[in-house]
């Protein structure tokens, strides 16, 4: 467990008119960086389905941006949801909750959700979600599942972050770790949906540069980040899309942990077809 966790949600609204417009979003061939005050009123997206329920859609499959995932942040209203939420046979999903209550149902059995809960919904499960007496915020991934011949499918599970303990970085003091929801060599699943967590003046000390595309939502705290040949900014709130071979690096300020949700796809051959 991390002291004084925290969990980042946005709660939309518009800045007043006097306000200065200036912000650092940035959308480049190699990374794009969608802060949180991007995420206001007038941007949101409703889905099929859903009721009493809005989204913000950070990434979807779309050229010269994320390739295999769409993440989505959802606010449910208490009473609503979905007894049908995703139409696409091809999804699985991951969810992960920021704030409020209510319950997630997967092929009949009922899991309470509040902050920190966690939720992996493989393809063909019957599911459904509903708010509880407060609002429900969480976050929506979803990418295409790749079966592999010889390979069963995953099964769904739900969990929570205070379950999970932190695999720390050999010979980082326990500057630098990772809360892993799925084992690393559990060829099932093909893609990953971690939290990474730094200690204050930790670093990601080299430029990674790899095969895995990225999309990471800051929970907590601030950072500044190595995108491409670019230093950037970034706090609780921001979203950063990273594409794959991007060179990226990390060093954590401020006086608490910095914390993020990490999406990335893994275990399956290239494809060599476009």
């Not at 499960?125 to 407060?134: F, I, R, Y």
């Not at 430029?207 to 980040?225: C, I, N, P, R, W």
Request: net charge negative; charged share 20%.
């Amino acid at each position: 467990m991390i002291e004084g966790k925290k969990y980042y949600f946005p709660t939309g609204g518009l800045p007043s008119q006097n306000d200065i417009m200036t912000q650092r979003a940035v959308f480049t061939e190699a990374y794009a960086v969608i802060p949180k005050g991007c995420m206001r009123d007038i941007v949101v997206s409703f889905l099929p389905h859903w009721s009493s329920t809005r989204a913000w859609v950070l990434a979807r499959p779309l050229s010269g941006f994320s390739e295999t995932f769409s993440q989505y942040i959802m606010e449910v209203s208490p009473g609503g949801g979905s007894t049908d939420p995703d139409t696409d046979l091809s999804a699985q999903s991951v969810l992960f909750v920021t704030d409020g209550q209510g319950y997630l149902e997967i092929n009949g059995e009922k899991h309470e959700l509040c902050a920190g809960s966690y939720a992996y919904i493989p393809v063909g499960a019957n599911w459904e979600l509903k708010a509880v007496e407060s609002t429900l915020r969480f976050h929506w991934v979803r990418k295409a599942y790749v079966g592999v011949k010889g390979i069963d499918a995953p099964e769904a599970f739900v969990t929570h972050e205070d379950k999970n303990t932190i695999n720390f970085v050999p010979d980082t003091d326990g500057a630098w770790g990772t809360t892993r929801f799925v084992e690393l060599d559990d060829l099932r699943h093909d893609m990953h949906v971690n939290i990474v967590t730094f200690q204050p003046g930790g670093v990601i000390p080299f430029e990674e540069t790899h095969v895995m595309e990225h999309g990471l939502y800051v929970l907590q705290g601030k950072a500044v980040y190595k995108l491409n040949q670019d230093w950037v900014e970034v706090e609780a709130g921001d979203f950063i899309w990273l594409r794959a071979f991007c060179p990226q690096a990390c060093y954590a300020g401020g006086s608490e942990p910095f914390r993020y949700l990490l999406y990335k796809d893994v275990n399956r051959h290239m494809p060599l077809k476009l």
